[in-house]
Each structure stands twice: as C-alpha cells, then as structure tokens.
T-cell receptor
Framework: DGGITQSPKYLFRKEGQNVTLSCEQN?????MYWYRQDPGQGLRLIYY???????QKGDIAEGYSVSREKKESFPLTVTSAQKNPTAFYLC????????????FGPGTRLLVL | AQKVTQAQTEISVVEKEDVTLDCVYE???????LFWYKQPPSGELVFLIR??????QNEISGRYSWNFQKSTSSFNFTITASQVVDSAVYFC??????????FGTGTRLTVIP
C-alpha cells in the first residue's frame, strides 16, 4: 500500500536532549513537509523540501533541523534549542507540480519529561 | 496577514441533522487553492477536497458538499444527514504558490447519536 509512515507514535524527550522523528513515504512524491500542531490550533509549517538535498525553513523553524538525503525520507530533529517541543507533529508529501495536494502521515506526539 | 478563519470552534449536532462549517480566507493571490481536511481522533489528516480559485462551481460528494464564493472569500462545507463517524476536527486551508498550506484553527464537530 502506498502511503506515509511516521515513527514513533509517541516520543518522550528529556530536558536538553535532541530527538529525531521519522517520516517515510512510498508515493514517489518529490516534496515533503513537517507541520506542528498545538492543542486547539491549526497546523504550522516547520520545514519543507521540494527536492532531495534541498530544504527551506517554514514559519517556525527555530529549534528544529531536517535532512533530505533520500526522496523517500525526511527526518525531523527537535533540538534542545526548542524550548516548548510538546506538540503533535505531522509529516506530509506531495508531487512537486505547483499547488498539488498534500497527503499526511499519522503523526508523532512528542512529550517532554 | 493572509489568514484562514474558522470562526466556529465547536459545533454539536444530533445525528441526521445537516451542519455547515464556515471558512473565510484572505489572499492577495489571483490563483490559489483551497482545501478541507478531516482530523478524526486518531490524529491523521484526511484530505477531503481541493478547489481552484477559478472554479466557483459548488461540489457534491455523497453527503458532503462545498460552497465556494469568491466574492465573499468563503469556502463553506456542509455535511448532510450527519453521522457519528463524522465527529472530528475539520480544517480549512489555503495554499500559496510555494505549495505551503495555511490552516485555519479548525472546527470540532460532535455528532450526538
């Protein structure tokens, strides 16, 4: 089945620790995205990548880092510089053509211990 | 700012009632796309519809229908004969030329059996 997988489903972070969220897609999509969702709010864009080895900051990139070494994978690292990391993180992908539909993964819930 | 506003934070209806979710957007673009996504309790965002700014035809898909009015910058979503499985948070979003999605804050719909 084609789709987007995210792991883990739940992740716990200790103070000062970096953690990495996984996102993999087998839809052969060029573009991938990371969003953050806080309770009662819409999604906000963290980073996006339109092609392998290239990515751009979204609206709330501070405290996060990404890589795009493979077309299928777009991992997100939440660094210790992110002071309020508790949130629900959603990964999405789309074709590169202009304004194509983004399809979302099941999400990772990050909690700080 | 080019916002997407979903003024209804929460709506409750009794099963089989019709319900309309409102969405008002701001944009300076002449070409843009509008979306509706459903977020069930599991958390994953499910794509419902994508609408081009040049296409103001209303669309119906089963019990779902969408009313796009460019003159009032609105893209409202109606569920006819609601069912318990329709209970979810619904997000309206607008897409920019860079493929980025700007989301509203969502409307939580509860359908009471």
């Amino acid at each position: 089945d084609g789709g987007i997988t995210q792991s883990p489903k739940y992740l716990f972070r200790k103070e000062g620790q970096n953690v990495t969220l996984s996102c993999e897609q087998n839809l052969n999509h060029d573009a991938m995205y990371w969003y953050r969702q806080d309770p009662g709010q819409g999604l906000r864009l963290i980073y996006y990548s339109q092609i392998v080895n290239d990515f751009q900051k979204g609206d709330i990139a501070e405290g996060y880092s990404v890589s795009r070494e493979k077309k299928e994978s777009f991992p997100l690292t939440v660094t210790s510089a992110q002071k309020n990391p508790t949130a629900f993180y959603l990964c999405a992908s789309s074709n590169f053509a202009l304004q194509e539909t983004q399809y979302f993964g099941p999400g990772t819930r990050l909690l700080v211990l | 700012a080019q916002k997407v506003t979903q003024a209804q934070t929460e709506i409750s209806v009794v099963e089989k009632e019709d319900v309309t979710l409102d969405c008002v957007y701001e944009t300076r673009d002449t070409t843009y796309y509008l979306f509706w996504y459903k977020q069930p309790p599991s958390g994953e965002l499910v794509f419902l519809i994508r609408r081009n700014s040049f296409d103001e035809q209303n669309e119906i898909s089963g019990r779902y229908s969408w009313n796009f009015q460019k003159s009032t910058s609105s893209f409202n979503f109606t569920i006819t004969a609601s069912q318990v499985v329709d209970s979810a948070v619904y997000f309206c979003a607008r897409q920019t030329g860079a493929n980025n999605l700007f989301f509203g804050t969502g409307t939580r719909l509860t359908v009471i059996p």
